[in-house]
């Protein structure tokens, strides 16, 4: 019961609605939400942003030799970050890696911080993460005719084919690159949702079956162990794909 009046709150019964709570809201009351409206979704967002600063400048303020438990967690994200980079992408892409870690920190707390009960998680908006993957594409994009000029479309030609298909295989290599924005964010986006919603209705159901609720309550707590893990493995392989975009902007070669 208890997990269904902090996950379901909307009534007893089987009427769940696990969309619900992806839904917009102006922050401040009222229904009309204009360009300018803080929502729920700035709340968080802003709680991410707060949250980066906490932990990786405050955090780390002094620089102790014996760390404080808050600047061991800094420390080893950065160099979680810094090593995927240098590994991933090679040794001159880490001049990008400030653009790459706060990446990686922004997605990281906006998946954890939507685990609260009761919270908003932004990143399961395809807005936000749209708006992160055409960041990155349109960065690397230029990035790569800026550092190769013309060689940049070597990305789509691949020499090692016979010449027959290579004209074919360049289309298929086109589409594909133009494609990376969308699966990108999608990616992302549909995995928080598709968690959040399973949580919902499963706590539907623990709010509907009172002493029988026992059962739902253990797959909550399941998928809850589970979305945990996907908040951190989410954040990961968005940017480790930016890593390899990033690759193939600095070396296009085929």
């Not at 090679?90 to 609260?116: C, S």
């Not at 295989?169 to 494609?179: H, N």
Request: hydrophobic residues 55%.
């Amino acid at each position: 019961m208890v997990s269904g009046l902090i996950f379901a709150p909307e009534h007893a019964g089987l009427a769940i609605h696990p969309m619900d709570q992806f839904q917009l809201a102006p922050l401040f009351g009222g229904e009309h939400i204009g360009t300018f409206t803080p929502t729920n979704q700035t709340l968080w967002l802003v709680l991410a942003l707060v949250g980066i600063v906490l932990l990786m400048v405050v955090g780390t303020a002094g620089g102790k030799e014996v760390p404080t438990r808050t600047q061991s967690v800094a420390e080893m994200a950065y160099g979680f970050v810094y090593k995927m980079v240098e590994d991933v992408a090679g040794k001159d892409a880490v001049k990008y890696f400030p653009g790459i870690m706060t990446l990686f920190m922004f997605i990281v707390f906006a998946n954890f911080l939507g685990l609260i009960p009761q919270s908003f998680t932004p990143t399961s908006h395809i807005a936000v993460t749209a708006v992160l993957a055409m960041t990155v594409f349109v960065f690397v994009t230029v990035l790569g005719f800026v550092k190769n000029g013309a060689g940049f479309l070597g990305l789509f030609w691949v020499s090692s084919a016979p010449l027959a298909l290579r004209p074919i295989l360049a289309v298929i290599e086109l589409i594909s690159y133009f494609v990376r924005p969308v699966s990108h964010s999608i990616r992302l986006a549909g995995n928080v949702m598709a968690g959040h919603a399973v949580i919902k209705v499963f706590a539907g159901f623990a709010a509907a079956l009172g002493l029988f609720g026992f059962f739902p309550i253990l797959a909550i707590s399941a998928v809850y162990a589970l979305e945990v893990l996907v908040a951190f493995i989410q954040a990961y392989v968005f940017t480790i794909l930016t890593c390899v975009y990033l690759k193939d902007a600095l070396h296009p070669s085929h």
